[in-house]
């Protein structure tokens, strides 16, 4: 039975073992792409494996390979994302306690992350292999508060097996995200949480027309999402500023 997967003891029942994996097709197929006569059409498939280690409450390992494979008519040249022999999708380990009524926790490794608004950190579920990043994340939560630090590599992969897949060192993630939940008497009836933010990105080579500069550029806003009543809703503002080189980076973005 799969069921038996989910639970594999090993000595003792606070030590196990949880297997899982996907197996996802799909078709895109596009007409008249890039406004020309062209169609494209794109056969794609993944497939996931994972292993995760529990010993015990407070420790954890997670390992999870990938393959993606991409074909059709008009796909160009696949980048690594969408084709990919084998990936190292996500390794990591978990450290997690409970002290003086706080939750807290630390993450190391290959891991996917998105906290955050959906349309600024995702797993770009589209790609055959999900977007993961290297590094540490932790957390701390009291219940109606939390925070999340973090503080990110990302990858730079080929089409290959795991020899060709990089920790990019010249792309970092940093931040910390927190979180409330608002009374639940707002607005009548409601369930909505309130999640400021603050991240930084710095890019050490960054094209833009002829030419390569470093960017860094910073993130502050917040996300208000949840349930007012049979009303579902997810809004965002978030102010960027920074530096290309020698210019300089200001906008705001509305996201609903």
Do not use: M
Not at 44 to 69: M, Q, S, T
Not at 116 to 123: A, E
Not at 149 to 169: A, K, S, V, W, Y
């Amino acid at each position: 039975r799969s069921d038996r997967l989910k639970y594999l003891p090993i000595g003792s029942d606070e030590v196990y073992l949880t297997l899982s994996g996907e197996l996802r097709g799909r078709v895109n197929y596009t007409e008249h792409l890039q406004l020309s006569g062209d169609a494209q059409r794109q056969d794609i498939y993944r497939i996931f494996g994972g292993a995760d280690l529990h010993l015990g409450k407070h420790l954890r390992l997670y390992g999870e390979l990938a393959r993606g494979v991409i074909e059709g008519r008009n796909i160009g040249t696949p980048s690594g994302s969408l084709r990919n022999e084998l990936f190292v999708q996500q390794r990591f380990i978990d450290i997690s306690d409970r002290f003086a009524g706080l939750d807290f926790g630390l993450r190391y490794g290959r891991q996917v992350f998105i906290d955050g608004p959906n349309l600024l950190v995702s797993t770009r579920d589209n790609n055959t292999v999900l977007f993961t990043v290297n590094g540490t994340r932790a957390w701390l939560s009291s219940g109606r508060l939390r925070a999340d630090f973090f503080d990110f590599d990302f990858n730079q992969l080929g089409n290959e097996g795991t020899h060709d897949d990089e920790i990019d060192r010249d792309r970092r993630f940093s931040g910390v995200t927190t979180g409330t939940c608002l009374p639940t008497t707002w607005f009548g009836s409601s369930k909505l949480y309130l999640e400021p933010f603050l991240w930084r990105q710095r890019q050490r080579a960054v094209a833009w027309g002829d030419g390569r500069r470093r960017e860094e550029r910073y993130y502050g806003g917040a996300r208000l999402w949840g349930d007012v009543g049979a009303l579902a809703i997810d809004w965002t503002v978030d102010h960027q500023w920074g530096d290309y080189g020698d210019r300089g980076i200001e906008a705001w973005q509305l996201l609903f």
